[in-house]
């Protein structure tokens, strides 16, 4: 891990006729929980902290502006619940920046510093033309996608196979020739499909470093996990 630079001075006493910067975070934290619990599992609230602590890990050694980054980060995902009412016909990233606007505007935040916000949810899924364009948008991505894998995404992965009805591993089978929200949608199946192509798509080089890393737990956790089961891996190469 390369030194720590100084940092860029935080900007959050702009803020300050609204709340301190401490009480101005407590009240994001407190308004993301709000949307967030009711998702629960693998995206509840204790994501959104994760993901604010990671992105303002790497935003100081990167002289990002942390005004930005911590709210992005802690409202990254209040819109995943409409996108989990509509079955994925809406997605939660652009719902999440429309929704984010009205919460900003509320806590004082100046109009170009709303709309850096909301850029940085916007992007953080990283569809279609909605490419994260500013170094904090950057950050975000990372960080959201540092919290997918490593030994946190192995949790969260055999969280959501828990709650669908996964089995408890099958490396005996293809991963791509089966089906997810199914029996056979494991942890296992997660890593080979999603989780082991995390690393080529990180955006810093702390990230590409901090993702590497991860990759590597993940190949070693389930190598073990196959060993101890009995069980070979499907010799077909990840995709």
């Known amino acids: 891990m390369p030194p720590e630079k100084t940092t860029a001075p935080s900007r959050f006493s702009r803020h300050e006729s609204a709340a301190s910067p401490e009480g101005l975070i407590q009240r994001l934290r407190d308004l993301s929980a709000s949307f967030c619990l009711a998702e629960g599992g693998a995206?509840?609230?204790?994501?959104?902290e994760r993901v604010y602590q990671q992105a303002l890990f790497i935003g100081r050694h990167m002289r990002a502006r942390l005004d930005i980054l911590a709210p992005a980060a802690l409202l990254h995902d209040i819109g995943?619940?409409?996108?989990?009412?509509?079955?994925?016909?809406?997605?939660?990233a652009r719902i999440g920046a429309e929704m984010a606007v009205p919460i900003l505007e509320n806590l004082g935040y100046a109009a170009e510093d709303i709309e850096a916000v909301c850029h940085c949810i916007r992007t953080h899924r990283f569809r279609g033309k909605d490419r994260p364009g500013s170094l904090e948008a950057q950050i975000l991505f990372d960080a959201d996608k540092l919290d997918s894998i490593g030994a946190i995404g192995i949790g969260r992965a055999f969280l959501f196979a828990g709650n669908i009805g996964a089995r408890l591993h099958n490396?005996?089978?293809?991963?791509f020739q089966t089906r997810s929200?199914?029996?056979?949608?494991?942890a296992y199946r997660e890593f080979r499909v999603k989780m082991s192509v995390v690393r080529t798509q990180m955006l810093t080089p702390i990230g590409r470093e901090l993702a590497?890393?991860?990759?590597?737990?993940?190949?070693?956790?389930?190598?073990?996990?196959?060993?101890?089961?009995?069980?070979?891996?499907?010799?077909c190469p990840s995709r």
């Open 43 to 48: 995206h509840g609230p204790d994501h959104s």
């Open 80 to 92: 995943r619940q409409k996108e989990s009412a509509s079955h994925g016909a809406c997605c939660h």
């Open 171 to 175: 490396p005996e089978q293809d991963p």
């Open 181 to 186: 929200y199914s029996l056979e949608d494991t």
């Open 212 to 235: 590497e890393e991860r990759h590597a737990f993940m190949e070693a956790f389930f190598t073990r996990l196959s060993l101890e089961m009995g069980l070979a891996p499907c010799s």
